[in-house]
């Protein structure tokens, strides 16, 4: 697809892989729109970069709607939506709870799977669209106390093998990427950046990485790939 004035969504842009992937797409000429659930930090962030931001929770089909009636009434499409916003909790097995899987699946996997939905009518019409569920190398390989995060994350991915099987005849590409360890606020309390560190993932790295995945031309696309930091030992 071709970047400029193409029009992004990206949940969970204020803060980390989805505000690096903003600025990128903005910087490369696409209408790009975030969500977060921190209305001072969204618009802040929002006038940093230069994008739209909306105010809006995973959690809530009423915020959803909100969202995609307001980016269809102020650009009259969309073409790509980046399924990025997600939190973690972390348990040992003897320590598993009901609460904490609707706690994360209900970001993860609910509100990622409402929103693409009220969004697949507009692609089919257009015959076109993008769709990037952000995952991580917990989609494809569990890890001790990840019981409750890596489940929402392979659901994330069986969703997305859904999806690109059935959206495929509309050119309706569905990419899915597993990072491995990034230097964000993830599961901070105080929703901090961590400080980047030579050996680690920069959010950069994985904007870069997704938008050269996007930059293929439309008969093409990469359905799934892992980003990996080099040697983060």
């Known amino acids: 697809m071709k970047i400029k004035d193409s029009v992004f969504i990206v949940t969970g842009g ?15 000429g696409g ?6 659930r921190d209305a001072l930090k969204l618009e802040k962030v929002s006038k940093e970069i230069g994008v739209e931001g909306h105010l809006a929770h995973m959690t809530s089909d009423e915020d959803l709607q909100k969202l995609v009636d307001s980016v269809m009434n102020q650009f009259g499409r969309v073409d790509c939506l980046i399924n990025n916003a997600g939190i973690g909790e972390f348990a040992p097995v003897d320590d598993l709870n009901r609460a904490a899987f609707q706690r994360i699946f209900e970001t993860n996997v609910f509100g990622a799977a409402i929103l693409t939905s009220k969004l697949i009518s507009a692609f089919k019409s257009q015959n076109y669209g993008n769709i990037v569920n952000i995952g991580s190398s917990a989609s494809v390989k569990g890890f001790a106390n990840g019981s409750v995060y890596s489940a929402s994350k392979f659901a994330l991915r069986a969703m997305s093998e859904c999806w690109r099987t059935e959206l495929r005849p509309h050119n ?18 105080d929703r901090i950046e961590r400080e980047e560190k030579d050996n680690k993932l920069r959010p950069f790295d994985l904007a870069f990485s997704i938008v050269a995945a996007l930059e293929l031309d439309d ?15």
């Open 172 to 189: 309706i590409r569905v990419m899915h990427v597993n990072p491995s360890e990034v230097t964000t606020a993830f599961n901070k309390q």
């Open 31 to 36: 209408k790009v729109v975030i969500t977060g």
């Open 219 to 233: 008969r093409a696309f990469i359905p799934e790939f892992g980003v990996w930091a080099t040697n983060p030992f």
């Open 14 to 28: 204020s803060s980390g892989i989805g505000k690096a992937l903003a600025a990128l797409l903005k910087e490369k």
